[in-house]
Every structure is written in C-alpha cells, then in structure tokens.
C-alpha cells in the first residue's frame, strides 16, 4: 500500500502522520475532494473514530483510516474525553480549550491525565481499529508554543517538559497518535 487516505480535516493531524510515515502518499479529505464536516456525534472516542471512516468509505467509495483522539483528565472523571475538540464551545478554539481545562483543575491535586487516540481503518469493506495513549499531567500554565492542541500543558510522564517544548520527533515516538499509528502499520505490513 503506497497511497493511503486520511479522513480527517484537522492539518496537524496529517502533519504528524507525514512525519510518522515518510514512506506512504497520505492523502487528505481535501485531496479527495471532501471539504464536508465529516460528522462526529457518538457518545465514545472509539465509536467517533469509525463513525469517520464509514462516512468518508461509504460516500466516496475508497479505502480509507481516520483517527479521533480525546484527552482524559482522572480529577474531572475522564471529561474532557469525546468532547475535547469543542471543549469550551463550538468555536473549537485550542486557547479556549486550554484555559478552561486550567480553571476546572483549580484546586485539584490529581492532575493525572491521558491523550487516547483511536485510529480505525476500513480495508476491502472490513473494519479495524487501533488504539494509542500516552499518560501524563496538566501542567500549571501553558508551556511552550510548538504543537498544537492541548500541547502546551500535556506534560508526558518521565518528562518534565510539554509536548508543546518537545521536538517533533520525540513527540511522535511517545505520544498517543505514534502509539497508534504504529499499530497500524503493523497490521498494513503483516498483510
Ligand atoms: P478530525 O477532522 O480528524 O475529526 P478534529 O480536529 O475534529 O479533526 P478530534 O475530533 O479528534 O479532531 O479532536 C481532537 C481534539 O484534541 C482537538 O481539540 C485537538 O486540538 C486535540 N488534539 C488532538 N491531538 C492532539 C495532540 O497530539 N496534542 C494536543 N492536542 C491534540
């Protein structure tokens, strides 16, 4: 498999996938043609991921993986989970996102946390899914500018640097969409 499409809209995602895959043509709703909103309404990060996959299979009749990540903060009983995207509103604003995260961590001492990233590809009509986390914590404040997302106040366990102060590669080699991508590759390379 040489060319592969990536059902999704959000750039950064592709960009990280590109660097994780030097060696495939990933190819972008945009290149196919799909400049839809692609929906995303079930309850789980799992079921959004595939609900992804099938949307952009079905309708344009190709091949194709997706990939829907959540962070899961332990002292807000998992949230901001499915919603992590529109967290503090519709706008989807990374900035806004961030900020509430930090005040509805205020006065919390569990600062645990996680980044879920479930990848599902469908192949030849089958479906399979791939999941990817990596544990870590909320930083205080906003740490860093590179990234994107919840980067700057993601800081990975072993670390006492964010994602967002990390280098690109590093980030890829520990972080939730590596993990699962990883996956994914080797189940592509085992056929
Ligand atoms: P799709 O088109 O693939 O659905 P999306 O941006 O809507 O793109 P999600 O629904 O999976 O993606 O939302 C993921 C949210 O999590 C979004 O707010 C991202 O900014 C954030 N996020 C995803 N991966 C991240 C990462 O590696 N680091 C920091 N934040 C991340």
Do not use: W
Not at 42 to 70: M, P
Not at 120 to 135: M, P, R, T
């Amino acid at each position: 498999m040489k060319e592969v499409i990536f059902a999704t809209s959000n750039p950064n995602k592709v960009r990280e996938v590109n660097e994780m895959l030097p060696h495939l043509s990933i190819k972008s709703l945009k290149d196919i043609g799909c400049m839809e909103e692609v929906p995303e309404t079930t309850a789980t990060i799992h079921g959004n991921a595939l609900q992804k996959a099938r949307y952009v299979s079905e309708k344009y009749k190709v091949d194709c993986f997706s990939e829907d990540t959540g962070l899961e903060v332990e002292a807000l009983n998992g949230e901001p989970g499915v919603d992590t995207a529109h967290y503090a509103g519709p706008q989807r604003s990374a900035e806004a996102n961030m900020a509430l995260l930090l005040t509805n961590l205020e006065g919390k001492g569990n600062r645990k946390a996680r980044f879920r990233t479930v990848v599902a590809l469908i192949l030849n009509g089958k479906e399979h899914q791939f999941e990817g986390v990596v544990n870590g914590t909320i930083a205080p404040q906003k740490m860093g500018d590179g990234g994107f997302g919840y980067d700057p106040i993601f800081i990975p366990d072993g670390y006492h640097i964010s994602f967002a102060e990390m280098d690109k590669y590093e980030k890829n080699k520990i972080s939730h969409r590596g993990r699962a991508i990883k996956k994914l590759m080797q189940f592509l390379n085992s056929l």
